[in-house]
């Protein structure tokens, strides 16, 4: 099980830190993802990490912005986001693969959260 919390509403050039919670599962051996999904739009993958912080990989909208980790004793997953911009706005989903490399493909990824929305204004 997955579970979101950190998100809110923001001014633009603001800053969150998003967190996953997992429970149920070690998942310190699997792909883990960051996806969000505005009104209207497909969701899209925003950061993904495989081992301890090993392999990250970012979208180009969210590179320099967005930061992405996991601490493994706790079973949490992080997503500090600085310089949010209004384009930010959409509901963050945590995600789980068993894939043994980073991916931002939503397709690839088995287990999901039930999301925690963003807003910038």
């Known amino acids: 099980q997955l579970v979101e919390s950190g998100g809110g509403s923001v001014q633009a050039g603001g800053s969150l830190r998003l967190s996953c919670r997992a429970s149920?599962?070690?998942?310190?051996?699997?792909?883990m993802g960051w996806f969000r999904q505005a009104p209207g739009k497909e969701r899209e993958g925003v950061a993904t990490l495989y081992g301890d912080n090993a392999m990250i990989k970012y979208a180009d909208s969210v590179k320099e912005r967005f930061t992405i980790a996991r601490d493994i004793a706790k079973n949490r997953v992080y997503l500090q986001m600085n310089s949010l911009k209004p384009e930010d706005t959409a509901m963050y989903f945590c995600?789980?693969?068993?894939?043994?490399?980073?991916?931002?493909?939503?397709?690839?990824?088995?287990?999901w959260g039930q999301g925690t929305q963003v807003t910038v204004s």
């Open positions: 995600a789980a693969s068993h894939r043994v490399t980073v991916s931002l493909h939503a397709e690839h990824f088995e287990s």
């Open positions: 149920g599962v070690i998942y310190s051996t699997y792909c």
